[in-house]
């Protein structure tokens, strides 16, 4: 019993002083983990990855992801400089290399380490199809997702360790049941709602900056679109899935886009690419 109050008191602690303020929304997020903590290890499985895998080079395409990340990059330190965010991009290394790999896929490690795999280009179609990429994932660095979802694990570990202590005296059914329960309830109630959140925040977030480095985010949902027929309906239900559904994505983009443009104007960007 003593162990388990000694559990709790841990985790209300935690929750109360490992917060850190997002400068898009404003908003105070869970996060034990410091950019000192995990940025040197996010940037050696970054070069990892990269000296396992065919890295694209020389051609017009890395050079489109290149150069796309590059004005997104700089459009995020144009928004967090006017937003007293001075020194925020401080601990990033940017970085964006083209894998060869038919996955539609693209990922974004802690400190702006990108990668984008040639599979998803045709889908792109374009280098703004590639921007609305591009911010979703600096828009996920730039956030602390991972951190936030490290932070939540372990979390999540300790509620198990809290939970067990304090079945440790039933029956040994009892704990099976507690442990299937918990982590059944946790992941489809918890986590992947979590990952749903950070998803759907670095939409916005990257519609507006992909706006700001004059991108047009009115295509984003169109890239969205195309996402979906190239799914083939395979997607889970959403609330098992980690994503929201691409019908969710291309709503809310749709929805937000005139804002983005309106945020974009404050930066002097009338027209669109």
Known sequence: MKLKKTISVIAVLLLIVSCKTNPFTGERNLNFVSNDQLFPSSFQQYDQFLSQNEVVTGTAEAQMIQRTGNKIET??????????????????????????????????????????FTGILPVAESETGVAVVMAHEIAHALADHGAQRMSAAQLQQLGAVAGSVAVSGRSQETQQIFAQAYGLGTQVGVMLPFSRSHETEADRIGLTLMAIAGYDPDEASKLWERMAAASNGQAPPEFLSTHPSNQTRINNLQQWAPEAKAEAKKYGVTSFQ
């Open 75 to 116: 459009a995020a330190e144009r928004y967090l400089n006017a937003n007293g965010y001075q020194g925020f991009l401080e601990d990033f290394r940017w970085e964006y290399n083209l894998v060869k790999d038919e996955a539609i896929n693209a990922f974004a490690m802690p400190g702006g380490k990108i990668v984008f």
